[in-house]
């Protein structure tokens, strides 16, 4: 089966209806902009680097159809859509980094038509996603080598093909190092609230055939302590400039265990995650989402008490002191994370 | 409400459906060996403490009722019963500290009459009752001391009421300090995957007055980072001799954590959970329990693909190191354990 997360098909932004997996594999075509914001609110799609191409399509659904005359017509319609897109969810880097790169390209063809625009912002949004599936096989290439035969590996959430458009960023190592015949197992942590681990990562792994076992969040330690998992491969959503990463919420827990098991922690991300702008994890503004997520979600009735209080954060911040290496499109960057990223990520 | 976890009443072994909690509060009356068995096998019942409680009811119920006419035969009946409960559970100490009693008053009073035995065997199921509610609330004495005004503490599962007759262990040093007019406030973790953190912890404090907020597992880790969590309170289902601690799966993750931010991280446990003849973590049988718990269990339709692999503990080790004091009925016991637990266990 070919799964491809996000795409444009038929007139309409065609993507993968991830709450309903793994029980029904289903797409679903979004002909409006507010249908798409709504899909990415709910997580029908998500992944930073799928939301980067969400982004790209999404900005050319919201203006594929304006009237207007003139670039400033067009103009003041392109930004409505863009802070319109960018009010769906604050962590995911690639979500501004494709919002601000189609505002961009629309800026430097000011001088051309509106329709000559539009097929230009089309195009730009064509480019985001094959950039993407580029970088995850690049950066699949580079993470590759990181792992060994018999190695068992624990993840999170999902940063597979789910996340990106056909590949992947921690799962896409794992995928890399399949195609070069290395031989390894995977652990996956469930990640509640949503589920993504057990949904999503578990789902796709079978799908190419990789042996995975799921596991609760809370029993990562004690395989650790036994001394089953040999790395821990995340994803990221959001990387600041001096390494600090955002990512699902239950990441930096897993940072800090392997740490104290002396487990390699590495992250997988495109360059498209990084934020310079972001001095430090401190700079990154964390999504809270909603209680019932918690208490009701899947669970065919509410696991805990009416009212209770909830605190749920979808990302947390990972120190850059506890991770051993990010494995990116551009190699496999090393501590000193601040010298090393601008490196890097320098423009090519 | 007075919450009763279990007791004895109308010829029969009373408890708290727990697996209904926190949708409905419901009794259960128990009254045959098998059901029994059942009701600990899926945790409708559970909770060291009140599984040794469990025990010493199960056992009477199991031989009230016993037609033989001298020792040898009620011995056999009783040795089948004792066999069979403590094949339900078997990392709870408590069970067999529970059953080991029953067993040692009855060759006691060999001597005596069946049913002589058997109104001993009563009175000494009562007598664990009593006990564990003493134990509780000298252990909530002692454990109160350990709680500032303006503290925020850290739980995991339930080692409340629920887990007890009727005041708690963890829990219990929390009622102590609210009925000593102190001022906290308390974090859950849910506690995956059967949600006794969730559904019994978050119930229990809320009935009591105090204010709860409900994490998910991989949550806890991000709280301490933010300076959120002043201790870490877990209770204990088998504690070794050196100290090492088996308890719900995640309690090991947040004594690395705590451990990680410098937080301090205690047991609270009554003497029957210790276990003299474990010489460490390592002597200590973890129970797995089935898949389903984890892909199923309480969702309205399975979270994973059919026949993923899982892997389900339900307890961890906690190595003694990660523990900064031990919270029991005879007082704290602190570094070194070995010594400390010795001294402290020793016959009243």
Chains 1, 2 share one sequence.
């Not at 679903?28 to 680097?49: E, F, M, N, S």
């Not at 004690?222 to 699902?248: E, F, P, S």
């Amino acid at each position: 089966m070919i799964i491809k997360t996000i795409q444009w098909a038929n007139n309409a932004v065609k993507i993968i209806d991830q709450t309903r997996l793994p029980a029904e594999f289903r797409h679903v075509y979004i002909r409006d902009l507010k249908c798409l914001w709504h899909a990415i609110k709910t997580l029908q799609v998500r992944g930073a680097p799928a939301l980067g191409a969400a982004a790209g399509l999404g900005v050319y659904l919201g203006i594929k159809d304006c009237k207007a005359r003139n670039f400033a017509g067009f103009s003041r319609q392109l930004d409505g859509v863009i802070r319109y897109l960018g009010s769906s969810r604050p962590t995911a880097r690639n979500l501004f980094w494709g919002l601000e790169r189609m505002a961009s390209v629309a800026a430097i063809n000011r001088g051309k038509s509106v329709s000559q625009i539009k097929k230009i912002l089309f195009a730009e949004a064509m480019e985001i996603i094959e950039e993407d599936r580029r970088a995850c096989r690049k950066l699949g290439g580079y993470g590759s080598a990181l792992i060994k035969n018999g190695d068992t590996v624990l993840t999170v959430c999902n940063a597979g093909i789910l996340a990106t458009i056909d590949y992947g960023t921690a799962l896409g190592v794992l995928y890399r190092a399949q195609e070069k015949r290395k031989r390894f197992k995977v652990f996956a942590c469930e990640t509640r609230p949503l589920l993504q681990g057990a949904r999503l990562t578990t789902w796709e792994l079978k799908q190419k055939g990789i042996d995975v076992t799921l596991i609760c969040d809370n029993m990562a330690a004690t395989l650790m302590r036994q001394g089953k998992i040999d790395k821990v491969i995340a994803g990221a959503d959001r990387i600041a400039a001096n390494g600090d990463t955002a990512n699902k919420i239950g990441t930096y827990s897993l940072a800090v265990l392997a740490r104290y098991h002396g487990i390699p922690f590495y992250i997988a991300a495109p360059a498209s995650t990084f934020d310079a702008r972001m001095k430090s994890g401190e700079d990154i503004v964390i999504e809270q989402r909603p209680a019932a997520e918690v208490t009701r979600g899947f669970f065919k009735k509410p696991i805990a008490p009416a009212n209770v209080a909830v605190y749920n954060p979808a990302f947390d911040v990972t120190d850059h002191a506890l991770i051993s290496a990010i494995i990116t499109d551009r190699g496999i960057i090393r501590p000193p994370y601040r010298q090393q990223i601008k490196k890097a990520l320098k423009p090519l």
